[in-house]
């Protein structure tokens, strides 16, 4: 087994399923967990899973991502319009990253429209729900195989 996908999740996620769900969803923080970890079985890759509503505990993350993971997974709730520090992290993290939201932030208000994570994101998945992030384990296999295919 190579080393593991970090999903991380931002500020808020932990209230997902009582958070506004016509927007975020019925599904729990764990319901979501437990669809990654089927579809990261099916795909072949192991996933570490996390949430921090600290900005410094997520960057921490990233950094660590560094050496221990082969690539990282994304939503970092409201840190995505508005950490450039988090965005530094992802840059220096040299890693595949594909970001997702649950909701479609592009119909959503203004404040939301722009992604300080999209610039170091490989792919950027939102307003699919949970299945964004199962979609989002799939892209993130087929860009590590096809990594690996052309490493020989
Ligand atoms: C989650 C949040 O917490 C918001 O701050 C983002 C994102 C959107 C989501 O849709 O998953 O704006």
Excluded at 74 to 84: V, Y
């Amino acid at each position: 087994m190579g080393k593991p996908v970090y999903v991380l999740n931002g500020p808020n996620l932990n209230m997902l399923g009582k958070r506004e769900p016509a927007i975020y969803g019925r599904d729990t923080l764990a319901d979501v967990r437990a669809k990654i970890e089927a579809r990261a079985k099916a795909s072949g890759v192991t996933v570490d899973f996390r949430q921090s509503n600290s900005e410094g505990e997520l960057i921490g993350w990233v950094q660590e991502a560094r050496d221990k993971a082969s690539g990282i997974i994304i939503n970092a709730g409201g840190l995505t319009h508005t950490s450039i520090a988090l965005l530094d992290a992802l840059q220096a993290a040299e890693l595949p990253v594909v970001e997702v939201h649950l909701s479609n932030i592009f119909r959503r208000e203004p404040y939301r429209h722009h992604s300080f994570v999209s610039l170091a994101a490989t792919g950027v998945i939102c307003g699919l729900g949970a299945k964004g992030y199962e979609l989002a384990v799939e892209a993130m296999a087929n860009i590590l195989a096809t990594a690996a295919a052309g490493r020989g």
